[in-house]
Each structure stands twice: as C-alpha cells, then as structure tokens.
C-alpha cells in the first residue's frame, strides 16, 4: 500500500472538463477572465477549447461534436470516449472527470497500470489537426493510458505522451485577464480518501501525506488533495452540489500574481464569488463543472 516508485514521479499536463457545448463554455470562460483557444476536434467525436497556463498544465473542456462518430467510437472500445460516456451517465453533462498526467512512456505506465489491477482500458493512440494563431494548421500525434480502481463509475485518470507535439506557440493562450499563471492545487472528494490514494501514487509515483480530513500528494508541478465528503461539503460554493461517496472531481484552485485583479475582474463581469481570508471561490456553473478558486 502506498509504494512510490521515484522512477515516475509525474507531472500534471491537464485536467478534463465535460461540458455540454463549447460556446456556452467559452462564454463562462471569457466571463471568468481565462483566455480560451480556437475548438479542436478529435477524430473520434469529442471536441475541446483549450485554456492554457504558462506552468505548462491546461484545462480541456470537452464536449459531444459529433454523436453518431462518438458511439462508434466506443462500440470499438475507446477508452477515452467509454470513461467520458460513464462520467456523463453518472454525473450529467458538466462537471470534472479526469487528470491526466504528462509521461514520456505511455506504454510503460499501461504496464504498470495492469500490474497493480488499476488499468481503465485499452490505450488509445491517436493524432488531430490544431489551428495556429497565424491561421496555419499542424498536427499532433498522443499516446494515452488509462487507469482507475473497480469502484470508480466516472472519475479516471490518464497519461499522455506527445509522440508528435503540436507545432503552435502558447505564449498569447497563456495570458489571462484574471492573472492566472497554473494550477496550484487540484481538490477531490471521497468518503474515505485513503482509498484511492493508490491510485494516485500508481499515477504520479508519489506517496500520500495524510491530512486530518483526507490525504495530498506534491506532483512535480501541482498538489492533488483529496477530501472527505463532509468537508468537501462544507467548502465555499459547495452547499448545494450533491457530492457522491466515491472519488470526485470538486474543484481547482488557481495561481494568480495579484487577488485584487482577480477580484475586481470577476465584479466586473459580474460573477458571483466568495472571498475566504486569501482565496475567492466561484460556485461551479454551467461551462465550469467545478468550484474554481484563486490565489496567490
């Protein structure tokens, strides 16, 4: 139990948020002061609008582009597409399904995956088109693993290896309005968080911290925290979210450089917020899938 292996000690590339369509998202999005890229499609029926950290992690809201390709694609047991349906049978359209860790052996981790019964499915490699902000067009070629434990109907987790990384600069996706520079802490829930701690370290290669109220891991680049149900419950903007027993994406905690910035923005634009000593949280939304919170 809790056995890291220093050889894969992972960082997080991105989270997954289901959404029920990406322009309603990106108008959630742009209101929340995030910069959001141009929708990409993959071929096998789901479609995303990235938004991009200068830490290297990214948000992918994903939705439903193309439902006949979408069905196919699991009837041939995609594993990508087969996690998303079961998170959207489970929790509906919206909400926050997966972290994805960034590998350099995609085939390795799937192994290891096995190995510790914790594997999700088949790897799928695939490759997409992306549009460049100069109008040119490249592609990008990922090699996905997939892991979860038995008792996981929705939530997942996957590394991704870049076997051809897409040729686009980020640095103008990477400057938002509200000062978000990265992820700083990823806050999940469980009735007993012990549980999928696992899980976690089979992922990210790091062994859990116990807390009081659950148990964290220090990824190379962001912390992962889960939280038991009750307190999870009690977080600001979380009174009237139904939180199951099992693992569940809560919410994401956001780096910024000035909180005032942030919170003049979100005024502005007229979105509901709670400030708590040096966090201000928004309540998960339509577009958004999971409390977003900001610090500095």
Sequence with gaps: MFSADSAITQSVDHLVLPVSGLESTRDRLVSLGFTVAADARHPFGTENACVFFSDGTYLEPLAIGDKAVYKSSIDATNSFTRRDQLFRAARGA?????????TSDAV???????????????????????????GTTGEGRFLLSFAAEARMRAFFLFSCQRLVALPVDRSALEKHANGVSGIGTIILSAKRPADYADLITAVFGKPPQLLADGVTFETRNARITILTTEVAQALPGMEDVVIPHELYGAGIVYTVADLAVTESLLAANGVASTRTGGRITVAPASGQGAFFAFEE
């Design 94 to 102: 919206e909400g926050f399904s997966a972290i994805v860790a960034k």
């Design 108 to 134: 390795s981790d799937h192994a290891r995956f096995e190995a510790r019964h914790m594997s999700a499915g088949s790897m799928l490699q695939f490759s997409r088109p992306m549009k460049k902000p100069d």
